[in-house]
Structures are given as structure tokens and as C-alpha cells.
């Protein structure tokens, strides 16, 4: 299943040439590198792409825009005779003056708002109506490996379950990080019997605010068309329930939002019980077929007895695509999430093209599609692998490359779980940068970027946060971006940011990189990681 190159591919580098030559307006003393790498970034975030949704006419010509550099470069097509990867998506968009959810107590109905209230999600393959006793279920976690379980005794047969986000600090990172993911979480929720699944965030620990995150629900859902895939298997009803309103589903029990928050913001068990009312939903949603593409390249290794190992590098090339307006715009650009990244893997190829030596394992590009609406194009290739996956030995994921500050410090995600934090640790230092675990475990990045994909298949992986010092004017730069730029049509170029962090991280991104390719082990998961053993 390959696609060749479609036409038009010499048109498109020449775009990118002409961009390239053109400075920048805020381009005038920047390195030639830089400003290569600006180009990617301003062609692939421009209006012109309409925010490369998933499955989008505009996401396939970034997608050919990527697989033409590649070409230029003279890289491998690396997925069969093409670069592109064809992934079949179906996508939902919910006809939401045909949907309702009532709270139905014994002697009345409450119905609820959708988007205020409420907002049932796409991603489910929900039944057109369903109603069904809930339960809370805490955290709903059941991680019997350390000795932690919500769901012990509870019986949620034919139940829809309800959660507060987060996890106990009984349970270590990784393994929190991991129970919480959808797969593992849902899979255990569905053993016990659950058929549907109401998620209230917590507001302390959320990256969207509520009202950002409900004005996007027009957004179209997607799931893999390979249902064997679908990690919501037997989910028959999904809900995200406004933190500010959840009271609504307590009612009538001795427990409120004021008080599992406290709880959970101590990271302590909460209480599981029954709530009064029965939850009932009515769900309708316009259904579409759809194909959207990964960007698979090659660079072979120079050295025969290493070239049949592969580092392999990704970052996700689709964004949000056209949306809510934000001050008049409805574009979501994506510059920094995630044009910044592709566009450092392309000029990472060059360099390694044009150094004097080629590294001696293999090294591919990976761009992927379907990020934004769960991990779906990695997850995609993970399991249709164009290569042996013995032979990949190492992932690195770059989301969010976002220079909005001199660059000193950077979270490695899963840093402490291999070999790999090693090198990256020695690379860093080599270059006075420094390194840091995750200082947020409970935002779960490990797991909502690509990294996790590989990590699940049982690959050594790990991705970027261009990070902070704590309590400095970065620390508050970095803290404003998410507050009022991340997944909102000001991502875009328009937005302040620093050249010399972006040629430094890209300098650090190729440094690591050789060092991985020429490295003579190949990396290793440190004793007792979770991750030693694949989870599918
Ligand atoms: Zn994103």
C-alpha cells in the first residue's frame, strides 16, 4: 500500500526555494540554516494550508511539499516504491442540534447544554441513543502492578463510567502516565463492564481551557478506519463534562467538585459510589470516509554492519485545520505545533546529506499525519512498520519546536527510562544546554505526543520541550503561550520568537542524531522500565 509522489512535486520545491531566498522580515541577521528552516515553517503554516487538517486537500499538498524536499535532498521513498503512506481515517462531526444529554433522576429530566454543560466526543463510535446508570469511578484506574485499583469490587455492567483526570500518587511515573492513557484506561474500564465513559479534566492541570477546548467540538473527530485499532473498542457513549458545572452529576450524593478537586490536586485516592441520576444520550453525527498521508524517507547508513539499524525521527505534519474564530481569524496555522518540527527534520536531512561522511546506521524521516486527533498516523505506522521493527532502535519526536526564549534547558520526555537520556544528557552537555525530566508528569506529555506510539511498541523514544527556568520571565513567556497561543489560530508566525533558540535546538537535534547513528551500541531500555516490553 504506497502512493507515489503525486505530480506537481517540482512546482512545490520551487516554492520552497523561492521562500527560502526571500529574508525574513525578521529574518536579517539569521544563519542561512535558520532561514532555511523559517522557509518550511512560513510555507507549511501559511493560510494557504488551512491548518493541514488530517485528511484535507491541503494537508496532502504539505504532505507532497515534505516528500519533494526529501526527494531534493536525495533521500529514499520509505514507504515502497513512494514516500507517502496512505492511513484511512473515518471521520464524525457531530450534528449537534440533533444530540441531546439529560440527566434523568427518578422524578424529573435535566437536560444538559452541549458546549456549555457538556460536549460529547467524536472520537466514539457512539449508539444513536443510550441510557444507563453512572458511576464515579475516581480516577478510574486499576493498576494491579502497583497495587492500585478504582475499580476493585465495583461493578459496572451496562454503566457509563465517570472520572476525574489525573492519577494517585500511589502509582509511580511512568506507569501513572501509562494506566492513564486511552487505551490502557478504557480497556480496563471495559473489562468491567463499562459501555460508555464521561471525563471530567481537572482545571488546575489542563492545558485548554474549557470554553477553548468546547468551541472546537465542530471540529471533525477521527478514528483509524482499521477498527482493530480503535483503542475505544466497545465504547458505545463519550462525554467531556465542564469541570465548572460538574456538580450537576452529583447531585443528590454527600460528594462535590470543590472536594474531589482538593483530593485530587493531593494526589490521593478518591472515592468511587453511584451517582443518582442515569445518564442518557442522544447522538448524531455526519460520517465521512477519508485518506490522509505519512512521509516516509531514508537516508541509508554508510557502514555495512550498522546500515540495517534505523534511527528514525518524527514529527507530526497535520494541525487543527479551519475553526472557531479566534479575534477574526479561523485558521489555525500551527507554526510552532507543529511546522517547526517537520521543518527541522527536513533541514536536519540536509545536513546529514551534505556532511562529508554519511552516519553509519540509517536514519528516516517520518512525518505523520493525524496527531492532533490521537496520535493516529504514528499509531498507523507503528503498526504497518515499512521496516522490520527489530531494526528501528531509536525514536525521537519533535512537537513543538517553539524558540520563545533563549534556549538553556530542555525536558526530555522518558529521559530516565534508556539508554537514550544518556546520550542525550552527554550531547546537551557538550553543548552547556541542560537536561531535566518531565518537572509536570501529571500533563502526561510522554503520551500525547508521537514518542508514545514507538514506546508502545517497545522502541526507545523520546521528544523536546524547549523549557524554562521556573519563576523567570521565560517561565511566564512559556505559561502565556499555552494560555493564549497553543491550539488557537495565533499560532502563527506573527507570534514572537527567537531565531538563535531555533538554530541552537536544531544545532543540538543534529548533534544527537549523528551521535545515535554512529554511536557503536544501539540504545537500551534501563532495567525495570515499564517500557522494556512492548504493550502491543
Ligand atoms: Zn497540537
Known amino acids: 500500500m504506497t502512493t507515489r509522489t503525486a505530480r506537481g512535486l ?80 473515518i471521520a464524525r462531526r457531530v450534528r449537534e442540534k440533533d444530540c441531546a444529554l439529560d440527566l434523568v433522576f427518578g422524578d424529573r429530566v435535566v437536560p444538559l447544554t452541549l458546549g456549555e454543560d457538556a460536549t460529547l466526543q467524536m472520537s466514539v463510535d457512539s449508539d444513536s441513543l443510550l441510557e444507563a446508570k453512572a458511576v464515579f469511578v475516581g480516577y478510574g484506574l486499576s493498576v494491579p502492578e502497583a497495587g492500585y485499583d478504582d475499580l476493585a469490587g465495583t461493578d459496572l455492567t451496562g454503566k457509563i463510567a465517570v472520572l476525574l483526570q489525573g492519577g494517585p500518587s500511589a502509582v509511580k511515573e511512568p506507569l501513572r502516565s501509562y494506566a492513564q492513557s486511552t487505551g490502557a484506561r478504557w480497556s480496563r474500564l471495559h473489562e468491567h463492564g463499562a459501555i460508555g465513559l464521561v471525563t ?78 442515569k445518564i442518557r444520550a442522544r447522538v448524531h453525527y455526519d460520517r465521512e470516509t477519508l485518506e490522509s498521508q505519512n512521509v516516509v524517507a531514508l537516508l541509508p547508513g554508510s557502514d555495512p554492519a550498522l546500515k540495517d539499524e534505523i534511527v528514525l525521527l518524527t514529527a507530526h505534519l497535520d494541525h487543527l485545520g479551519v475553526g472557531a474564530p479566534v479575534a477574526g481569524d479561523s485558521i489555525y496555522n500551527g507554526a510552532m505545533d507543529n511546522a517547526s518540527g517537520v521543518a527541522a527534520l527536513i533541514e536536519i536531512a540536509r545536513a546529514l546529506t551534505k556532511a562529508p561522511k554519511r552516519p553509519a546506521r540509517t536514519v528516516a524521516f517520518v512525518c505523520v499525519t493525524g496527531e492532533e486527533k490521537g496520535l493516529l498516523g504514528s499509531r498507523y505506522f507503528t503498526d504497518h512498520l515499512p521496516m522490520r521493527r527489530d531494526r528501528v532502535i531509536a525514536n525521537i519526536n519533535l512537537d513543538q519546536v517553539r524558540p520563545l526564549f533563549p534556549l538553556k534547558l530542555m525536558t526530555a520526555i522518558a529521559v530516565d527510562e534508556s539508554t537514550l537520556g544518556d546520550t542525550i544528557r552527554a550531547v546537551a552537555g557538550g553543548m552547556g544546554l541542560r537536561i531535566q525530566a518531565d518537572p509536570e508528569p501529571w500533563r502526561n506529555l510522554m503520551r500525547r505526543a508521537d514518542n508514545w506510539s514507538f514506546m508502545q511498541i517497545g522502541v526507545p523514544a523520546t ?41 541552537a535546538f536544531n544545532d543540538f537535534f543534529g548533534r544527537l542524531v549523528a551521535a545515535l547513528a554512529n554511536a557503536e551500541r544501539r540504545p537500551q531500555w534501563k532495567a525495570g522500565s515499564e517500557y522494556a516490553k512492548p504493550s502491543r
Open 10 to 89: 517540482s512546482a512545490l520545491v520551487a516554492a520552497g526555494a523561492i521562500l527560502a531566498a526571500v529574508p525574513a522580515c525578521r529574518g536579517g541577521g539569521m544563519p542561512a540554516e535558520t532561514r532555511r528552516w523559517l522557509a518550511h515553517v512560513k510555507y507549511l503554516s501559511s493560510d494557504a494550508m488551512r491548518g493541514r487538517q488530517t485528511g484535507s486537500p491541503e494537508h496532502r499538498t504539505a504532505a507532497q511539499y515534505v516528500a519533494a524536499q526529501f526527494e531534493e535532498l536525495g533521500l529514499q521513498p520509505g514507504a515502497g516504491e513512494g514516500f507517502l503512506q496512505p492511513v484511512g481515517f
Open 463 to 503: 521528544g523536546f520541550v524547549l523549557a524554562p527556568e521556573k519563576d523567570t520571565p521565560d517561565d511566564a513567556a512559556y505559561k502565556e503561550w499555552y494560555a493564549r497561543r497553543y491550539h488557537t489560530p495565533l499560532d502563527d508566525l506573527d507570534q514572537p520568537w527567537v531565531p538563535s533558540a531555533a538554530a
Open 200 to 277: 471530567i479534566s481537572n482545571p488546575h492541570h489542563s492545558d485548554i481551557p474549557w470554553l477553548r477546548g468546547a468551541s472546537q467540538r465542530f471540529s471533525p473527530g477521527m478514528v483509524l478506519a482499521d477498527s482493530t485499532l480503535d483503542e475505544r473498542r466497545g465504547q458505545r457513549l463519550g462525554v467531556s463534562f465542564n469541570p465548572d458545572r460538574a456538580n450537576k452529576l452529583f447531585e443528590g450524593t454527600p460528594h462535590n467538585m470543590a472536594e474531589l478537586l482538593a483530593l485530587a490536586d493531593s494526589q490521593v485516592t478518591l472515592p468511587v459510589f453511584p451517582l443518582v441520576p
